[in-house]
């Protein structure tokens, strides 16, 4: 991929990113802000799937707990919370959901009115449990994070992706559970709640509700407390079944009854630092109510629900008609349409606006990006160009040699066939000639001095006779000479006479 692409693509996915700021990407570790809703900031490890989707529960423009949500199951695998002081009993609770499960493209960033979302999300309901799947069936919407455990009561926790089907006993014994629990053992033993971190969650079982949602075989509560110097972890397992009881278990035995054997708390909660003497306590406290439980359960097999509707119908959250519900649904429908109509408008236009000018300035990018590329692919062409032609050079080097070799091994195989040759040719020749050859040095130098003496004698004989011819001829010379004289005087003397 180019690096213009590379840059257009990671401006987009940021912008997505701003737009979609409560579903967290699958690629962050953790859950961007709601990560202080875990222990040392660090969520489960091994408990997250491709079918699940994190959310950052937001109610309000602020967050309010973290949930690990199955769109296979469509119930939540866990939600993540820290305990805090309950709120007051509130109005009327409003189930919610998630808009940008069903709908990623929507702008809607916080949980929403089930009813509002009817006409505001695309394809509602394709991957997250509604209200409508619970109608005309056995079970009731059952909250992870309990409404009366939390501060922010009968809003943020009613979001349908913290909600699994529970049967209404079991839902009952639940709440009262968890309260008491919390109320009585956890948050008294841990410094008022300030450092108390809660995680709740269900396993899915093979029942499932209208085909839609899966109905967990057990719930499940982790608590860790991180008080310095005081610090402890425990567990809570309730099946579904009737008759059983919550038990307590240390974590690391409910990690190994959870799928895929994961680690809830990082450090297993600091186990090297944990307070022993508290964990005693909230075990005699769990003991309690154990007994309750049981004793609350043999009552209901004589009076049945009617022995804890008192106690309970403070802590479950009523729940109001369907036939008043869809109508004031379809009131509050019928009045704010417009105005989401109206949002929606400006929404698209907004990003209209923002689409252009990314495509502007991604154009622009892009071409810089485009005569950078050139040119690095020319700088490039380039140097690959002149490696490759040194890298022959040099792998050609051992070839060039190997042929000398080669050529001196035959030059020395070429002289050695002529020696062999040689040799053979020698060894053909007659015995005789041999020794004669081999004798002739020996009579050479024998007749060296007879030579020499024959040689001597000659040149003897020549200068002798060379003498002789010089004497002989001078003594001719001489009698001619004299000759001539002696008849020139005579002449000479005739004359003079003459004259006398």
């Not at 990082?266 to 909230?282: A, F, H």
């Not at 009076?303 to 119908?313: A, E, F, I, V, W």
């Not at 929606?344 to 071409?367: D, M, R, S």
Request: aromatic share 8%.
């Amino acid at each position: 991929m180019r690096p213009a692409r590379c840059l257009a693509l990671g401006s987009l996915l940021a912008l997505v990113g701003l737009l979609e700021g409560r579903l967290v990407g699958e690629e962050e570790a953790g859950f961007g802000e709601c990560d202080r809703f875990f222990y040392a900031g660090t969520p489960p490890a091994g408990l997250a799937a491709e079918a699940h989707v994190k959310v950052c529960q937001r109610f309000e423009g602020a967050e309010r707990f973290a949930t690990l949500y199955s769109r296979r199951d469509r119930i939540p695998v866990y939600s993540a919370f820290r305990a805090a002081r309950p709120a007051a009993a509130g109005a009327q609770p409003r189930w919610l959901v998630e808009p940008q499960i069903d709908d990623p493209t929507s702008p809607l960033e916080e949980v929403i009115d089930e009813a509002d979302a009817i006409t505001s999300v695309s394809g509602l309901g394709s991957k997250q449990a509604l209200s409508t799947d619970y109608l005309d069936s056995d079970y009731q919407r059952g909250q992870l994070y309990p409404f009366s455990l939390s501060k922010d009561l009968q809003v943020a926790t009613f979001a349908l992706t913290n909600t699994a089907p529970m049967a209404p006993s079991f839902r009952e014994r639940w709440y009262l559970n968890l309260n008491s629990l919390m109320e009585r053992a956890l948050t008294p033993q841990c410094s008022s709640g300030a450092h108390l971190y809660i995680i709740t969650g269900a396993v899915p079982s093979d029942r499932k509700l209208k085909d839609r949602v899966t109905v967990p075989a057990f719930v499940w509560l982790a608590a860790c407390c991180a008080a310095p110097g005081g610090g402890w972890a425990m567990g809570f397992v309730q099946h579904a079944r009737d008759g059983d009881v919550i038990e307590d278990v240390m974590v690391r035995e409910l990690e190994k009854l959870l799928p895929f054997n994961p680690q809830l708390f990082r450090d297993n909660c600091g186990e090297t630092e944990q307070d022993t003497e508290r964990m005693k306590k909230i075990l005699e406290v769990v003991n309690q109510v154990q007994d309750e439980e049981r004793m609350v359960q043999a009552k209901e097999g004589t009076h049945p629900l009617s022995s804890t509707k008192g106690q309970g119908s403070a802590l479950l959250p009523p729940e109001p008609s369907e036939e008043r519900r869809s109508f004031l649904g379809r009131l509050r429908t019928f009045l704010a349409t417009p105005i989401i109509r109206l949002f929606q408008l400006l929404y698209y236009v907004a990003v209209g606006i923002l689409k252009n000018v990314i495509y502007v300035l991604w154009f622009v990018t892009k071409q810089v990006f485009n005569g950078i590329e050139s040119c690095l692919y020319r700088l490039g062409s380039a140097t690959i160009s002149y490696f490759l032609a040194i890298g022959e050079e040099l792998a050609s080097i051992p070839w060039k040699v190997l042929k000398v070799m080669v050529k001196i091994i035959r030059a020395i195989l070429r002289i050695l066939c002529c020696l062999l040759k040689a040799i053979c040719r020698i060894l053909g020749i007659p015995v005789r000639v041999l020794v004669d050859v081999a004798t002739f040095p020996m009579h050479t130098i024998s007749a060296v001095p007879i030579v020499c003496k024959d040689i001597a004698v000659g040149l003897g004989g020549t200068i002798s006779l060379l003498f002789d011819a010089a004497f002989g001829t001078m003594g001719s010379l001489f009698q001619v000479i004299f000759s001539i004289c002696k008849r020139i005087g005579y002449r000479v003397t005739f004359d003079n006479s003459e004259e006398l």
